[in-house]
């Protein structure tokens, strides 16, 4: 079991912050054998997770490499960037907000169990349920993912996203409709971040700028919001090949 506080390592104002970019730290870093890379630009496979990374946002070079990775006409999100370079689709763009642990209770959860490929069934129901974010058929392979089932059911998940070096992120944290407040959730990060902090990393997640609920309850259990994020749907230039008959 772990209560102490873990304080944000500091940082010279003059060296970016290795969570201002995590899904490049992560890609680069402890998930480097999942990634697909062309110079400057990685991504998750497509059944493991939708992000995407560039070394540099602000470097023309990361988008012309992100172009050439993921095909022409194609729609990809962007962590990190504010914009798209000339000739790019903006689709969609979003705020979130980071948040990392300094003061959160961390201990195990007996009533939790260890999800595997397996459950990979029952977890996306449980996904298209709650709509926590994104969750594939092999999401389970980027680290801990832990439940709580009812009457054999599974009602509760919460589990380990990207691992920028020292690092972890909490994520797909959601509850059944009918089993919310009853502090599943709760526990279920709780004991995510015992896992985390055991091997020497810090716990943070992120959310929705929106989700105001949900970021009120992080803080209250010992979470601070760090930064606020940007993502962007993109379309990358070129049009789609035309399909054949």
């Known amino acids: 079991m772990s209560t102490v ?24 870093g402890p998930h480097a054998h999942l990634a697909e890379r062309v110079g400057r630009a990685a991504r998750y496979p497509l059944d493991v997770s939708p ?63 260890r999800l595997g490929p397996d459950d990979v069934p029952e977890i996306l129901d449980l996904i298209a349920l709650t709509e926590p974010g994104p ?17 054999g059911r599974l009602i509760a ?3 380990e996203r990207l691992r920028p070096p020292g690092w972890t992120e909490i994520s797909a944290v959601c509850t059944a409709p009918d089993h919310r407040g009853k502090g599943l959730a709760t526990r279920l990060v709780r004991a995510i971040a015992a896992g985390i902090r055991e091997r020497g990393d810090t716990p943070f997640l992120h959310a929705s700028a929106t989700n105001t609920g949900a970021i009120r309850l992080y803080e209250s259990i010992g979470f601070t919001l760090r930064r606020r994020s940007e993502f962007l749907l993109v379309r990358t230039p070129g049009a789609q090949q035309e399909q054949t008959a």
């Open 5 to 28: 506080a873990r304080p944000t390592p500091p940082q010279s104002p003059a060296t970016a912050h290795i969570l201002d970019n995590a899904a490049w730290a992560a890609l680069t």
């Open 51 to 113: 992000f995407t990374a560039l070394a540099d946002p602000a470097d023309p070079r990361a988008w012309d490499d992100l172009a050439a990775l993921v095909g022409p006409g194609t729609v990809t999100p962007v962590t990190g960037a504010k914009s798209a370079p000339q000739g790019w689709e903006t689709v969609q763009h979003g705020q979130g907000v980071q948040l990392v642990d300094t003061a959160l209770r961390a201990e195990p959860a007996p009533e939790a169990v």
């Open 135 to 151: 969750f594939l058929p092999r999401t389970v392979e980027l680290g801990t993912y832990l439940g709580i089932r009812h009457r």
């Open 157 to 159: 998940l919460a589990g």
